[in-house]
C-alpha cells in the first residue's frame, strides 16, 4: 500500500463513534503522519482496533494499553501530560 493511500485509510479509520475521538485522532494523524515511522504507523493502525471507550480512557489516562508499542502511541496522542 502506498503512503497516500495508507494516510487515507488510516483517515477512514480515525472516523470513530464520538465525534470526540475523531477530532482527536484525526488531528494528531494529520499534524504528525509525516514524522511519524513504518512502526509507529503500524502502531496507530493497532490502536485503531481499540473500541472507542477503552481508547477514550487510555487517551484520559484513565486505563492503559497492556502492548508497549501501542503505550507509546498513546504517549504522542494524549493530551493528559
Do not use: H
Not at 485503531?48 to 508497549?68: C, F, N, R, S, V
Not at 508499542?69 to 493530551?79: A, D, E, R, T
Amino acid at each position: 500500500m502506498s503512503d497516500r493511500l495508507k494516510k487515507g485509510y488510516l483517515q477512514w479509520r480515525c472516523r470513530r463513534g464520538t465525534k470526540e475521538l475523531d477530532v482527536v485522532l484525526t488531528n494528531f494523524l494529520d499534524s504528525n503522519y509525516d514524522s511519524l515511522t513504518d512502526a509507529q504507523i503500524q502502531d496507530f493502525d493497532e490502536l485503531l482496533d481499540a473500541q472507542d471507550t477503552t481508547l477514550w480512557y487510555w487517551l484520559i489516562g484513565k486505563d492503559a494499553p497492556e502492548a508497549q508499542n501501542v503505550k507509546s502511541i498513546i504517549k504522542l496522542i494524549s493530551f493528559k501530560k
